[in-house]
């Protein structure tokens, strides 16, 4: 591999491992190139060339996130069905690793968590789905991401106030609507 390469690489893992480490800390929409920077050693013009803008690495580091949450599920079309809608045990899996991801939990339950809802919608649909949907599928895809997710949110955020194993029952009833026959 190329030394200009593997340095551009390196830079850009330091880039996202800083801003792992602030986002524990801190809101997302909150740090700053120039603080990034500063805590990476590494200059603005390293930063802005992998990154055009802060959302840029926001939405990358969440892609990556997501995809590390969902990993081996492959298409959720493919997941075991059980009465029309996804099996609860997958649906129990899926719940333990997007809590116990610190990335997604803390984008979930940060303040401005609201701002970020669509893009993790979006990034949940491309990464199970794929990026090919047909327009009808995808809408329907959304509306059902949405309303988990948004419910999940609002799980995580406030704390669980209802058991897992209502949760899971709630999603499993929200995934038979997903996979009705559109017709």
């Not at 990154?51 to 081996?72: A, H, P």
Request: with cysteine; glycine share 6%; proline share 5%.
């Amino acid at each position: 591999m190329d030394k200009r390469v593997a340095r551009g690489q390196a830079s850009k893992a330091k880039l996202k491992e800083a801003f792992l480490e602030l986002v524990q800390t801190e809101e997302p929409g909150d740090i700053t190139v120039v603080e990034l920077c500063e805590k990476t050693g590494l200059n603005r013009s390293t930063f802005y060339a992998h990154y055009e803008y802060m959302g840029q690495l926001i939405r990358e580091v969440l892609m990556e996130s997501i995809g590390r949450v969902i990993e081996g599920y492959g298409s959720q079309w493919e997941l075991p069905l059980e009465d029309g809608g996804v099996d609860r045990a997958a649906i129990a899996v899926y719940l333990r690793r997007l809590l116990s991801d610190p990335t997604v939990s803390r984008f979930c339950t940060c303040s401005e968590s609201a701002s970020y809802r669509d893009f993790i919608i979006r990034a949940h649909i491309e990464l199970t789905l794929g990026p090919s949907l047909d327009p009808v599928r995808y809408s329907a895809a959304y509306i059902h991401n949405a309303g988990v997710l948004s419910f999940l949110f609002e799980w995580l955020k406030n704390g669980p106030p209802v058991p897992e194993e209502t949760v899971i029952e709630i999603i499993h009833e929200f995934s038979k609507v997903m996979y009705r026959p559109l017709n």
